[in-house]
Protein backbone atom coordinates (compact mmCIF):
# COMPACT_ATOMS: atom_id res chain seq x y z
CA UNK A 1 0.00 0.00 0.00
CA UNK A 2 1.40 3.25 -1.13
CA UNK A 3 1.22 6.20 1.62
CA UNK A 4 0.11 9.55 0.31
CA UNK A 5 2.69 12.30 2.32
CA UNK A 6 5.59 12.45 4.85
CA UNK A 7 4.87 13.23 7.98
CA UNK A 8 7.08 16.21 8.82
CA UNK A 9 9.39 15.56 11.91
CA UNK A 10 9.14 17.23 14.56
CA UNK A 11 12.46 17.32 16.17
CA UNK A 12 12.73 20.28 17.91
CA UNK A 13 14.18 21.49 21.24
CA UNK A 14 13.23 18.57 23.72
CA UNK A 15 10.09 19.50 25.94
CA UNK A 16 9.23 22.36 23.44
CA UNK A 17 5.98 24.58 24.40
CA UNK A 18 5.01 21.27 26.00
CA UNK A 19 6.91 21.14 29.02
CA UNK A 20 7.07 24.90 29.86
CA UNK A 21 3.17 24.87 30.35
CA UNK A 22 2.75 24.90 33.81
CA UNK A 23 0.36 22.45 35.71
CA UNK A 24 -3.62 23.90 35.59
CA UNK A 25 -4.76 24.93 38.51
CA UNK A 26 -8.20 23.06 37.89
CA UNK A 27 -9.43 20.91 40.76
CA UNK A 28 -9.50 17.33 40.11
CA UNK A 29 -13.21 17.61 40.36
CA UNK A 30 -13.38 19.61 37.09
CA UNK A 31 -11.60 16.93 35.34
CA UNK A 32 -13.44 13.56 36.40
CA UNK A 33 -17.31 15.26 37.01
CA UNK A 34 -19.00 15.41 39.68
CA UNK A 35 -17.86 12.06 41.16
CA UNK A 36 -15.63 12.76 44.88
CA UNK A 37 -12.25 13.44 43.48
CA UNK A 38 -9.30 11.49 45.32
CA UNK A 39 -6.04 11.62 45.80
CA UNK A 40 -3.56 12.66 43.66
CA UNK A 41 0.29 12.35 42.89
CA UNK A 42 2.08 15.50 44.17
CA UNK A 43 4.52 14.76 41.70
CA UNK A 44 1.77 16.07 39.54
CA UNK A 45 0.82 18.72 41.33
CA UNK A 46 4.09 20.26 42.95
CA UNK A 47 5.35 20.45 39.68
CA UNK A 48 4.83 20.66 35.65
CA UNK A 49 5.45 17.12 34.93
CA UNK A 50 8.31 15.34 32.87
CA UNK A 51 6.37 12.30 32.31
CA UNK A 52 2.86 11.51 31.93
CA UNK A 53 1.61 7.62 32.26
CA UNK A 54 -1.24 6.99 30.24
CA UNK A 55 -3.35 4.07 31.39
CA UNK A 56 -6.27 2.76 29.66
CA UNK A 57 -8.80 0.97 31.18
CA UNK A 58 -12.01 -0.66 30.66
CA UNK A 59 -13.33 -2.75 33.70
CA UNK A 60 -10.12 -3.19 35.36
CA UNK A 61 -11.26 -2.41 38.92
CA UNK A 62 -9.18 -5.55 40.26
CA UNK A 63 -5.56 -4.50 39.32
CA UNK A 64 -5.95 -1.13 37.75
CA UNK A 65 -5.18 0.47 41.66
CA UNK A 66 -2.07 -1.76 42.04
CA UNK A 67 -0.54 -1.10 39.27
CA UNK A 68 -1.17 2.72 39.90
CA UNK A 69 0.44 2.75 43.16
CA UNK A 70 3.19 0.67 41.33
CA UNK A 71 3.38 3.22 38.69
CA UNK A 72 4.56 5.51 40.95
CA UNK A 73 6.85 3.93 43.30
CA UNK A 74 8.32 2.82 39.59
CA UNK A 75 8.80 6.77 39.13
CA UNK A 76 9.25 8.41 42.84
CA UNK A 77 12.26 10.05 41.91
CA UNK A 78 10.66 11.87 38.71
CA UNK A 79 8.51 14.33 38.25
CA UNK A 80 5.48 12.52 37.07
CA UNK A 81 1.50 12.38 36.56
CA UNK A 82 -0.21 9.29 36.58
CA UNK A 83 -3.26 9.50 34.62
CA UNK A 84 -5.86 6.19 34.31
CA UNK A 85 -8.50 6.88 30.85
CA UNK A 86 -11.81 5.09 32.19
CA UNK A 87 -13.21 3.74 29.01
CA UNK A 88 -16.72 3.06 29.95
CA UNK A 89 -16.06 0.95 32.88
CA UNK A 90 -18.85 -0.70 34.70
CA UNK A 91 -17.16 -1.83 38.03
CA UNK A 92 -15.83 0.64 39.29
CA UNK A 93 -12.07 1.03 37.58
CA UNK A 94 -12.24 4.96 37.77
CA UNK A 95 -12.84 4.99 41.90
CA UNK A 96 -10.25 2.72 42.03
CA UNK A 97 -7.84 4.55 39.94
CA UNK A 98 -8.60 7.53 41.93
CA UNK A 99 -8.31 5.88 45.29
CA UNK A 100 -4.88 4.74 44.08
CA UNK A 101 -3.47 8.72 43.47
CA UNK A 102 -4.06 8.55 39.54
CA UNK A 103 -5.97 11.87 37.65
CA UNK A 104 -9.02 9.97 35.70
CA UNK A 105 -10.69 11.27 32.57
CA UNK A 106 -13.60 9.19 31.86
CA UNK A 107 -14.81 8.09 27.93
CA UNK A 108 -17.63 6.21 27.25
CA UNK A 109 -16.47 2.94 25.94
CA UNK A 110 -14.48 4.28 22.65
CA UNK A 111 -11.59 1.41 22.44
CA UNK A 112 -8.07 1.21 23.55
CA UNK A 113 -6.43 3.24 20.88
CA UNK A 114 -9.44 5.97 21.29
CA UNK A 115 -8.70 5.65 25.26
CA UNK A 116 -4.52 6.33 24.77
CA UNK A 117 -5.59 9.26 22.36
CA UNK A 118 -7.54 10.68 24.43
CA UNK A 119 -4.67 10.41 27.30
CA UNK A 120 -2.61 11.99 25.41
CA UNK A 121 -4.70 14.86 24.25
CA UNK A 122 -4.90 15.79 28.45
CA UNK A 123 -0.80 15.18 29.03
CA UNK A 124 1.34 17.46 30.70
CA UNK A 125 4.47 15.59 30.22
CA UNK A 126 6.89 15.83 27.30
CA UNK A 127 7.46 12.01 27.65
CA UNK A 128 4.25 9.70 27.15
CA UNK A 129 4.68 6.44 28.45
CA UNK A 130 1.33 3.61 27.83
CA UNK A 131 1.08 1.00 30.00
CA UNK A 132 -2.19 -1.62 30.33
CA UNK A 133 -4.17 -1.69 33.58
CA UNK A 134 -4.74 -5.30 33.35
CA UNK A 135 -1.63 -6.15 35.70
CA UNK A 136 0.67 -7.96 33.11
CA UNK A 137 3.35 -5.29 32.60
CA UNK A 138 6.47 -4.84 34.87
CA UNK A 139 5.94 -1.38 36.25
CA UNK A 140 9.43 -1.23 37.82
CA UNK A 141 10.85 -1.20 34.09
CA UNK A 142 9.17 2.07 33.11
CA UNK A 143 12.50 4.30 34.44
CA UNK A 144 14.52 2.06 31.64
CA UNK A 145 11.92 3.26 28.82
CA UNK A 146 12.48 7.01 30.37
CA UNK A 147 16.37 6.81 29.91
CA UNK A 148 16.28 5.48 26.69
CA UNK A 149 13.85 8.54 25.15
CA UNK A 150 17.02 10.80 27.15
CA UNK A 151 19.40 9.21 25.47
CA UNK A 152 18.21 9.99 22.13
CA UNK A 153 15.79 7.24 21.50
CA UNK A 154 12.27 7.98 19.97
CA UNK A 155 10.09 5.46 21.04
CA UNK A 156 10.85 2.97 23.54
CA UNK A 157 9.27 -0.72 23.78
CA UNK A 158 9.16 -3.00 26.44
CA UNK A 159 9.15 -6.37 24.20
CA UNK A 160 7.49 -9.60 26.26
CA UNK A 161 9.18 -13.41 25.61
CA UNK A 162 8.22 -14.88 22.56
CA UNK A 163 6.70 -18.03 24.40
CA UNK A 164 5.53 -16.26 28.14
CA UNK A 165 2.75 -18.43 28.52
CA UNK A 166 0.24 -15.95 29.22
CA UNK A 167 -0.81 -16.26 25.87
CA UNK A 168 -3.28 -18.74 23.72
CA UNK A 169 -1.45 -20.41 21.13
CA UNK A 170 -3.21 -18.88 18.57
CA UNK A 171 -2.70 -15.59 19.71
CA UNK A 172 1.13 -16.11 19.57
CA UNK A 173 1.44 -17.62 16.42
CA UNK A 174 -0.49 -15.38 15.17
CA UNK A 175 1.78 -12.23 16.40
CA UNK A 176 4.82 -14.47 15.51
CA UNK A 177 3.82 -14.61 11.55
CA UNK A 178 2.83 -10.95 11.71
CA UNK A 179 6.70 -10.25 13.08
CA UNK A 180 7.61 -12.57 10.35
CA UNK A 181 6.28 -10.57 7.45
CA UNK A 182 7.73 -7.39 8.68
CA UNK A 183 10.72 -8.31 8.70
CA UNK A 184 10.59 -10.50 5.46
CA UNK A 185 8.79 -7.74 3.38
CA UNK A 186 9.83 -4.64 5.49
CA UNK A 187 13.47 -5.52 6.45
CA UNK A 188 12.26 -4.46 10.29
CA UNK A 189 13.36 -6.79 12.51
CA UNK A 190 10.54 -6.43 15.93
CA UNK A 191 10.87 -8.49 18.49
CA UNK A 192 7.15 -7.40 20.24
CA UNK A 193 5.20 -5.22 17.41
CA UNK A 194 2.21 -4.29 19.18
CA UNK A 195 3.42 -4.09 23.30
CA UNK A 196 1.31 -2.38 25.91
CA UNK A 197 4.56 -0.92 27.47
CA UNK A 198 6.10 2.10 26.29
CA UNK A 199 7.00 5.04 25.95
CA UNK A 200 7.83 8.21 22.92
CA UNK A 201 7.49 11.81 23.47
CA UNK A 202 3.47 13.49 24.19
CA UNK A 203 3.88 15.82 20.78
CA UNK A 204 4.92 12.46 18.41
CA UNK A 205 1.79 10.47 19.52
CA UNK A 206 -0.41 13.95 18.78
CA UNK A 207 1.22 14.74 15.83
CA UNK A 208 0.27 10.87 14.19
CA UNK A 209 -3.37 11.15 15.94
CA UNK A 210 -5.01 11.11 12.68
CA UNK A 211 -3.89 7.81 11.28
CA UNK A 212 -4.19 6.34 14.84
CA UNK A 213 -6.53 3.35 15.67
CA UNK A 214 -9.04 3.50 17.82
CA UNK A 215 -8.56 0.12 19.03
CA UNK A 216 -6.16 -2.61 19.51
CA UNK A 217 -4.22 -2.00 16.64
CA UNK A 218 -2.83 1.79 17.71
CA UNK A 219 0.31 0.21 18.85
CA UNK A 220 1.19 -1.70 16.20
CA UNK A 221 0.50 1.92 14.26
CA UNK A 222 3.14 3.39 16.28
CA UNK A 223 5.73 0.71 16.25
CA UNK A 224 5.41 1.09 12.43
CA UNK A 225 5.07 4.78 11.63
CA UNK A 226 8.11 5.99 13.49
CA UNK A 227 10.34 3.30 12.41
CA UNK A 228 9.30 4.10 8.50
CA UNK A 229 10.35 7.56 9.76
CA UNK A 230 14.01 6.61 9.66
CA UNK A 231 13.33 6.04 13.68
CA UNK A 232 13.65 2.43 14.67
CA UNK A 233 12.10 1.33 17.86
CA UNK A 234 14.54 0.49 20.79
CA UNK A 235 13.81 -2.48 22.76
CA UNK A 236 14.15 -3.35 26.01
CA UNK A 237 13.60 -7.03 26.90
CA UNK A 238 10.38 -7.38 29.86
CA UNK A 239 8.94 -10.37 31.92
CA UNK A 240 5.13 -10.31 30.98
CA UNK A 241 3.06 -11.57 34.04
CA UNK A 242 -0.55 -13.44 33.65
CA UNK A 243 -3.38 -11.06 33.21
CA UNK A 244 -6.15 -9.98 35.91
CA UNK A 245 -9.55 -10.64 34.34
CA UNK A 246 -10.48 -11.55 31.24
CA UNK A 247 -8.83 -10.20 28.14
CA UNK A 248 -10.19 -7.73 25.50
CA UNK A 249 -8.47 -9.35 22.75
CA UNK A 250 -11.35 -10.47 20.02
CA UNK A 251 -9.61 -13.19 18.30
CA UNK A 252 -11.35 -12.47 13.86
CA UNK A 253 -12.13 -9.15 14.86
CA UNK A 254 -8.58 -7.65 15.94
CA UNK A 255 -6.39 -10.35 14.05
CA UNK A 256 -8.19 -8.59 11.10
CA UNK A 257 -7.60 -5.67 12.18
CA UNK A 258 -3.59 -6.01 13.48
CA UNK A 259 -3.00 -7.78 9.64
CA UNK A 260 -4.14 -4.72 8.16
CA UNK A 261 -2.40 -2.49 10.27
CA UNK A 262 0.95 -4.89 9.41
CA UNK A 263 0.80 -4.33 5.67
CA UNK A 264 -0.05 -1.31 5.80
CA UNK A 265 2.94 -0.44 8.22
CA UNK A 266 5.06 -2.60 5.67
CA UNK A 267 3.77 -0.36 3.04
CA UNK A 268 5.66 2.79 4.68
CA UNK A 269 8.61 0.98 5.40
CA UNK A 270 8.99 -0.08 2.57
CA UNK A 271 8.61 3.66 0.66
CA UNK A 272 10.64 5.42 4.01
CA UNK A 273 7.45 7.05 5.31
CA UNK A 274 4.24 7.13 6.52
CA UNK A 275 1.55 9.42 5.63
CA UNK A 276 0.75 12.90 6.54
CA UNK A 277 -0.84 13.04 10.07
CA UNK A 278 -2.51 16.59 11.52
CA UNK A 279 0.48 18.89 12.70
CA UNK A 280 0.97 18.29 16.51
CA UNK A 281 -0.76 20.40 19.29
CA UNK A 282 0.13 21.93 22.13
CA UNK A 283 -0.27 19.45 25.41
CA UNK A 284 -3.15 20.48 27.11
CA UNK A 285 -2.17 21.81 30.82
Known amino acids: MRARDEITSSRGAEGGADAKKSVSARSAAEEIGPASA ?46 VVDDGSVDGTGERARAAGARVIRREGLGYGAAIKAGAA ?9 LDADGTYPEAD ?34 TA ?6 WFGGLAVPDLNSGMRALRTRDLL ?17 LALAAEGDPP ?16 RTVRDTW ?29
Do not use: C, N
Open 178 to 183: FRGAVL
Open 234 to 249: VFIPIDYRPRAGRSKW
Open 257 to 285: LMGRTVLRGIGWLRHGHAPKALPAVEVAG
Open 38 to 83: GPISSHALSRSPDITVVIPARDEAESVGGVVEAVARALAGEAHEIL
Open 122 to 130: EARGAFLAI
Open 142 to 175: LPKLVRALRGGARQAIGARPASSGSESLARSAIK
Open 207 to 223: ALSSILPDRFSLTTTLT
